[in-house]
């Protein structure tokens, strides 16, 4: 990354709600001379929450004096802000990859990685629930527990791990929670990737295989997806992948090849397309950038 090449910015704000709490943060980055390519903002009054996402473009060379500058500014307006270009470790960007029971995709997401399909860090593994621990280990990968005995995740927690290992990418790899916004909103721009088991947007949910069994399909498939606050909104999807079964096949029978091949297929080339620079999300819309 060259000192003078412009490339694009994100930064995200998140705090309690108050008044003029994006105006320091635009006038800052314009009076840097930034183009501004996209701005959301979200005020929720039910949550007291505020949360803005700017993408901007600006030379590489200022990117750490735009962190040092927008950090003091959330200090004074009581903002988490986080600054983060895709650009930074574009040739080998940090993920981590958050679990809870399920093996299959986690592991063919490292595999890939190990063999080069992927070209990125595996940074750290984050669980809900122990299970899958013994992996992060045979991988030798950082792992970090964020669920209490009922499996209840820390989100505050989570996001504080994210930020010690400065994760360019959060993968969800069959996690079964739910991020609350304003997680979303701070690893917001493209950051999150989550595994739908199902398609979207025909068979959202959290039991997907049964819809479209009650429905009496005979395709079957899997999402990936940009996360965005709105859960399985539709319009972010990176990868789809399906397999066809035979009238008659047993519902348990469709969740294990649904489940062993193609989860594993689906997200493992969803994430390969993000880690490559293939699709952007841009105003909650994926784009292709080649």
């Known amino acids: 990354m060259t000192s003078d090449k412009h490339i694009p910015i994100v930064i995200t704000a998140v705090g309690p709600d108050n008044v003029r709490l994006a105006d320091p943060i635009i006038h800052y980055v314009t009076g840097q001379g930034a183009n501004i390519a996209e701005?959301?903002?979200?005020?929720?009054?039910?949550?007291?929450?505020?949360?803005?996402?700017?993408?901007?473009q600006l030379p590489g060379g200022q990117l750490n004096e735009i962190r040092q500058a927008v950090a003091e500014i959330g200090k004074l307006k009581n903002l988490g802000v986080r600054v983060w270009s895709p650009e930074e470790r574009a040739a080998r960007p940090r993920v981590a990859i958050c679990v809870t029971y399920r093996p299959e995709t986690p592991l063919a997401i490292l595999r890939a990685i190990r063999d080069g399909q992927i070209r990125a860090e595996p940074a750290v593994m984050i669980g809900n629930r122990p299970a899958l621990r013994g992996l992060a280990e045979q991988f030798s990968i950082p792992w970090e527990m964020i669920g209490d005995d009922e499996g209840r995740a820390d989100d505050e927690r989570m996001v504080a791990v994210l930020d010690q290992y400065n994760v360019d990418y959060v993968v969800l790899a069959r996690y079964m929670r739910i991020l609350p916004p304003?997680?979303?909103?701070?690893?917001?721009?493209?950051?999150?990737?989550?595994?739908?088991?199902?398609?979207?947007?025909?068979?959202?949910?959290?039991?997907?295989?049964?819809?479209?069994?009650?429905?009496?399909?005979?395709?079957?498939?899997?999402?990936?997806?940009?996360?965005?606050?709105?859960?399985?909104?539709?319009?972010?999807?990176?990868?789809?992948?399906?397999?066809?079964?035979?009238?008659?096949?047993?519902?348990?029978?469709?969740?294990?090849?649904?489940?062993?091949?193609?989860?594993?297929r689906c997200l493992v080339e969803g994430v390969r397309r993000v880690v490559d620079g293939e699709v952007q999300l841009h105003f909650h819309r994926v784009v292709a950038r080649k």
């Open 39 to 56: 701005i959301q903002m979200y005020d929720h009054d039910e949550e007291a929450l505020f949360a803005m996402l700017i993408r901007i």
């Open 182 to 264: 304003a997680s979303c909103w701070k690893y917001a721009g493209g950051r999150i990737i989550n595994l739908h088991h199902g398609l979207l947007p025909s068979f959202p949910g959290p039991r997907p295989y049964h819809d479209a069994y009650a429905s009496r399909m005979l395709t079957y498939g899997a999402t990936c997806h940009f996360i965005v606050p709105e859960l399985d909104a539709g319009n972010q999807i990176i990868n789809q992948t399906t397999f066809t079964v035979p009238p008659g096949m047993k519902l348990d029978e469709i969740i294990r090849l649904g489940q062993e091949d193609n989860e594993p």
